[in-house]
T-cell receptor, first 115, second 114 residues
Framework: GAVVSQHPSRVICKSGTSVKIECRSL??????MFWYRQFPKQSLMLMAT?????????EQGVEKDKFLINHASLTLSTLTVTSAHPEDSSFYIC???????????FGPGTRLLVL | AQSVTQLDSQVPVFEEAPVELRCNYS??????LFWYVQYPNQGLQLLLK??????LVKGINGFEAEFNKSQTSFHLRKPSVHISDTAEYFC????????????FGTGTRLKVLA
């Protein structure tokens, strides 16, 4: 149980284009989803927290107009990197927590490379 | 404010030897504590968690951890490691009902040597 998927697993795009990453909870309803960014050999940096049907709460320093988050259902959240630039290249990981909320289950991550 | 410290960035250990990965936290409120493992180019997998109750927590893959409130620690242990345990290990703390945001440690790279 508690499986979270992400799609795509890897994406390469040109600078200036937008990229959408999907995060799905496969066997539970995700009340809250989190989006993280991880640089090589570093820990995870929380970008934003989203609750189903509500606007996402962004961490300090994260541009909400650049990283658009939608949590339209209890099983799906999307992160759209708008007008991507090479510095946005990173490993993006989502996590989801259920009704009790205290435990996060992580997706396998999406490797984004912006050329 | 909460914080998590993983003092060891890398821990080399020989196969079948015991290992302890250290995690210390600071918090002014009651906490939930977690250990996750990350294999290369993958997401994080939950190893074990402490929410309440017994301070000795057993997890998957033979790992266990002990919550020590007086020392504000949650060290991860395994009595005998395998080559397949080579990975990055993250300790995390949360303690704010309503958001349950995690604070992660910087990670410990466990390298099991043959």
């Amino acid at each position: 149980g508690a499986v979270v998927s992400q799609h795509p697993s890897r994406v390469i795009c040109k600078s200036g284009t937008s990229v959408k990453i999907e995060c799905r909870s496969l066997d539970f309803q995700a009340t809250t989803m989190f989006w993280y960014r991880q640089f090589p050999k570093q820990s995870l940096m929380l970008m934003a927290t989203s609750n189903e049907g509500s606007k996402a709460t962004y961490e300090q320093g994260v541009e909400k107009d650049k990283f658009l988050i939608n949590h339209a259902s209890l099983t799906l959240s999307t992160l759209t990197v708008t007008s991507a630039h090479p510095e946005d290249s990173s490993f993006y990981i989502c996590s989801a927590s259920g009704t009790l909320g205290e435990t996060q289950y992580f997706g396998p991550g999406t490797r984004l490379l912006v050329l | 404010a909460q914080s998590v410290t993983q003092l060891d960035s890398q821990v080399p250990v020989f196969e079948e030897a015991p290992v302890e990965l250290r995690c210390n936290y600071s918090s002014s409120v009651s906490v939930y504590l977690f250990w996750y493992v990350q294999y290369p180019n993958q997401g994080l997998q939950l190893l074990l968690k402490y929410l309440s109750g017994s301070t000795l927590v057993k997890g998957i893959n033979g790992f266990e951890a002990e919550f020590n409130k007086s020392q504000t620690s949650f060290h991860l242990r395994k009595p005998s490691v395998h080559i397949s345990d080579t990975a990055e290990y993250f300790c995390a703390v949360s303690g704010r009902p309503g958001t349950y945001k995690y604070i992660f440690g910087t990670g410990t790279r466990l390298k099991v040597l043959a």
